[in-house]
């Protein structure tokens, strides 16, 4: 039903072809192809921690330290994966409702993963004050300062 409505083709005297929400939506997300290797390794290992989460499976804390185990360039693996934990594990204390994760092998992010590129990006760039400012727009004042932390430690790692 929803690929219906948006296939469906525009009327004659409505001008050119709009994009349903749905597709306009999708149009403006980042594609995982356009980060560098260390965020996407990142966003995977995000991923999989929002999976175990989601499903209290513990194939998916394996399958996060396989898989960074397996990333190239990551000399300290078992960190990385406590580190990408640690910042979800603030950032789901505190917020009032779960983030949102795709699926690892998904080449869209969810509003909430490019979210936490941003965090990434911008720790990764060092800009003082800078990072606070984006914490403070995605968490609220409440866990700035351990967002901020969590996300510096993943930035250095």
């Not at 083709?9 to 001008?15: D, K, M, R, V």
């Not at 869209?108 to 400012?133: T, Y």
Request: glycine share 4%; with cysteine.
């Amino acid at each position: 039903m929803m690929q219906a409505i948006c296939d469906s083709a525009a009327s004659p005297e409505a001008g050119p072809s709009r994009l349903c929400p749905l597709q306009a939506a999708l149009a403006t997300r980042p594609c995982v192809e356009s980060y560098d290797q260390f965020s996407r390794v990142a966003l995977s290992l995000f991923r999989f921690i929002g999976a175990a989460y989601a499903t209290g499976a513990s194939d998916c804390w394996e399958a996060a330290y396989r898989f960074a185990d397996e990333a190239p360039g990551i000399s300290d693996s078992p960190l990385l994966v406590a580190r990408a934990a640690a910042l979800v594990r603030v950032l789901r204390s505190g917020r009032p409702c779960e983030l949102c994760f795709m699926p690892p092998s998904c080449k869209r992010l969810s509003k909430d993963e490019a979210e936490l590129m941003r965090l990434l990006a911008v720790a990764r760039n060092k800009q003082p004050g800078e990072l606070e400012s984006v914490v403070c727009q995605f968490v609220g004042n409440e866990n700035e300062i351990a967002t901020t932390r969590a996300v510096n430690a993943l930035a250095c790692c």
